[in-house]
């Protein structure tokens, strides 16, 4: 089988366009065939070959699809890196780099308050094969640099983290990897490329679950990781073809119809972000509201270095395990249910559902209570949320 055609970004020079241009056109680009303004869905699962050895650059679609390629030439362009490689779910993608980048012996630093389906797959899956993992506190540089070993091969972090928004330096830690010859892998999922780029901080790697702000519709599953190097493309490439975890060419299509409206979409989460994160921290029945926007979050300064914009992420204490049931109970706006980055609000409450796998104690060790609630804001009216949230508070 023929090596995969490569999903480097294309040639032309997208760093005079901006942000929305690139989003819109690099990857995008009308259907030279027929002339189509819009992606075509190639629903193929192999390619005909004119003669022995000779093809057009794709012969079978786990190795590459067209609708696939133009997706990654995208993703790349946007996050400034030299490739990228879609899998079928976030967590088939960070599979995917513990496959290519680690093996039995090595050791990977990850930060201590993550999303839970990230630990459970390096506690229970791939520390099986003989990989050693430390969990550390990464917004304290020096603690990460305390946890480098001889064999640190990857240190894997989050900013801001799911789901109590701290920040970790990511030039900092870039440079503590770099100097163990180590790679820094960042889950950049809660700010999109559009205000947060971590390779321009020096980041190896850039982690995404496209099923999130990328897509932005909570219409499907993928993940994304966008390297820099050309020994990242060729294993994740490898590994695409080989593990064939890959994503299919319509839920391609459904992110780069996504991304089209990446830039105005997050304008509008960010700035209905800001009104419900005020909005809430003036309510009587809220203990607490973790959002790097508030000038007194304790990294403030540092989000503002790092990130163009603070997001529609925020995390709030309602005071108990019955006080979050009363209040979720009454939404009707906003969505009980897990993920984040869709158009509408979604609402979950991380304990019981997506930091459940860490137990009671790994969730007090990181400071998640029972009464924390995690809201994804939409692009709704925003006074429309205000109300709904009003009403729903008012049964604690």
């Not at 409206?261 to 009104?275: F, I, P, T, W, Y």
């Not at 503002?304 to 992420?313: C, I, L």
């Not at 249910?337 to 979950?348: A, R």
């Amino acid at each position: 089988m023929a090596k995969k055609k490569t999903s480097s970004a294309p040639e032309r020079k997208t760093k005079t366009m901006g942000f929305a241009t690139t989003a819109i056109h690099v990857g995008q680009e009308p259907d030279p065939s027929t002339g189509a303004v819009t992606v075509p869905i190639f629903a193929t699962s192999t390619f005909v070959q004119e003669e022995l050895g000779k093809h057009k650059g794709y012969e079978y679609a786990r190795v590459s699809n067209p609708t696939r390629t133009r997706l990654e030439q995208n993703l790349a362009a946007l996050e400034g890196g030299s490739s990228a490689h879609v899998f079928a779910s976030g967590m088939a993608a960070t599979t995917a780099v513990t496959q290519c980048f680690l093996k039995q012996g090595d050791h990977l630093i990850c930060g201590h308050n993550v999303y839970g389906g990230v630990p459970r797959l390096f506690n229970q899956v791939i520390a099986g094969y003989g990989v050693e993992f430390s969990y550390v506190d990464t917004s304290d540089p020096e603690a990460v640099k305390k946890a480098m070993r001889w064999n640190t091969r990857l240190i894997w972090i989050e900013t801001p983290t799911n789901p109590l928004m701290v920040l970790s330096d990511i030039r900092e830690i870039a440079r503590i990897a770099h100097a163990g010859k180590a790679d820094l892998v960042v889950d950049n999922t809660f700010m999109s490329p559009y205000f947060q780029r971590p390779i321009e901080h020096g980041a190896d790697m850039v982690m995404h679950s496209t099923t999130k702000f990328l897509n932005g519709h909570s219409d499907g599953l993928g993940g994304v990781i966008v390297a820099t190097k050309p020994h990242h493309a060729e294993r994740l490439a490898f590994m695409q073809k080989a593990a064939g975890a890959i994503l299919s060419p319509f839920e391609c299509w459904l992110v780069l119809r996504g991304v089209k409206s990446l830039a105005v979409r997050m304008e509008k989460h960010d700035q209905n972000g800001r009104a419900i994160a005020d909005y809430l921290r003036k309510h009587k029945r809220v203990k607490k509201v973790l959002y790097p926007g508030f000038p007194d979050h304790p990294q403030h300064a540092l989000a503002k270095r790092q990130m163009s914009g603070f997001g529609s992420m925020i995390t709030f204490e309602t005071g108990s395990l019955n006080n979050a049931k009363k209040m979720l109970a009454r939404v009707r706006v906003c969505s009980l249910g897990e993920s984040l980055g869709g158009v509408e609000t979604l609402i979950s409450h991380p304990a019981t559902m997506t930091h459940a796998a860490l137990g009671e104690e790994g969730r007090k060790q990181i400071g998640l209570t029972d009464g924390m609630v995690r809201i994804s804001v939409g692009i709704e009216d925003t006074d429309d949320l205000i109300a709904d949230l009003d009403q729903a508070l008012a049964a604690i």
